[in-house]
């Protein structure tokens, strides 16, 4: 497939651009791996207030989200992002989805379409982080949706990337790919380094609050 007049770090696939991370202009410089993860607060879409460090010693997930966007239906879409919320849960991982698309742009949500989006796709995160200044992804780097962290029960981030190795928007590649983020967890859980520390996250690009110029 050609690619004509795309960014760099951009492909076209079908008739939807896939942003490689890094590539978003508004994004500050990605955190270390094996370095304290940084510190935010946000309300989710009940109301509640969520701190990392009220969430010490748990093991955290951020997943960066825009519903629009076509790499993260085909997560929902297949039940790949539930599963494996779920399969965190169940183990006592933080599973934060982070709607950190500004106002006006592509993927923003209330707390009530958050809501419904969250018992229509039968989706079972700990919290929808609202996030319509973009503080928590910024924070973070964050260049796509999805875009995956995990923080550790000291505070430290072990992965930063994609939810896993095949940058598609194709529901049909999930089986093939490895599945970064449910191996690491379990490499955690299991007390032992991440082998894939940082990965290529690979979505939309994320919709930060336009700036004037």
Known sequence: ???????????????????IAPAAAFATTSPDVGKPAPQFSAVDSNGKTWSLADLKGKIVVLETTNHDCPYVRKH???????????????KGVV???????????????????????????????????????????????????????????????????????????????????????RVALGQVQAGQKVADSSTRAYGCTLKYPKTST
Do not use: C, F
């Not at 497939?1 to 942003?19: D, H, Q, W, Y």
């Not at 919320?85 to 169940?90: C, Y």
């Open 1 to 19: 497939m050609s690619k004509l007049n795309v960014p760099r770090r951009t492909l076209l696939l079908g008739s939807a651009a896939i942003a």
């Open 95 to 181: 599973w934060l989805t982070v709607a950190s698309s500004a106002t006006g742009e592509q993927g923003h949500v209330t707390a009530q379409q958050a809501n419904d989006l969250t018992r229509s796709r039968n989706a079972a995160p700990a919290a929808v982080l609202l996030d319509p200044q973009s503080k928590v992804a910024r924070a973070y780097g964050a260049t796509v949706t999805p875009h995956m962290y995990i923080i550790d029960a000291n505070g430290t981030l072990v992965y930063k990337g994609g939810i896993d190795s095949i940058p598609s928007s194709s529901a049909a590649d999930i089986p093939k790919a490895t599945q970064y983020v």
């Open 76 to 90: 929902y879409n297949a039940n790949n992002m539930q599963d494996q919320q779920r399969e965190a849960a169940a």
